[in-house]
């Protein structure tokens, strides 16, 4: 074998080496959700929407033949019970009859939610949370089935407009 040879060998080995090491620290990192906004944080409220004056408000979209909405009812239970304490209307908002929402929904307190019929939604896809603060400006938006750490980041998002 020649000395230039043995050269290339060896650095098609460490090549490989690294190539290994750096697929494995990808794959074993977290890696960070994507989060879709339903409306962009700052942007007022679009007119279609229940509107508070200075109240803060959590919307919820929300649809009974949705999968993900109907796994996360325990959450919107959470978040329903949360919002109470600190002081921010929680409403869900449909495309359909408010019974039928409130029969899904089957709150663990015994107290319904505020429901209301909209006549469309303006971003493709439910579930939907929206917070919006006194002057019925998006604070987070949050789009799709949400991981236990989203959750928490609404939560989170939801004392912070509190204070």
């Known amino acids: 074998m020649t000395r230039g040879r043995a050269i290339d060998i060896g650095f098609v080995c460490l090549a490989s080496v690294l190539a290994v090491i750096a697929v494995n620290s990808y794959l074993s990192s977290e890696l960070e959700e994507s989060r879709p906004e339903v409306f962009p944080v700052g942007s007022e409220l679009p007119a279609a929407y229940p509107r508070a004056t200075s109240r803060l408000q959590l919307l919820l979209a929300f649809r009974s033949d949705c999968r993900f909405c109907i796994q996360s009812v325990p959450f919107y239970t959470k978040l329903a019970a949360y919002s109470q304490r600190v002081g921010i209307d929680f409403r869900v908002l449909t495309l359909e009859p408010p019974e039928v929402v409130r029969a899904a929904l ?42 236990p750490r989203l959750e928490e980041e609404v939560f989170n998002a939801m004392e912070r407009l509190a204070r």
């Open 106 to 147: 089957v709150p663990a307190e015994g107290r319904h939610p505020d429901v209301v019929r909209i006549s469309h939604f303006e971003f493709s896809g439910t579930p939907a949370i929206v917070l919006v603060d006194a002057q019925n400006r998006v604070v987070a938006s949050w789009l799709g089935w949400l991981s």
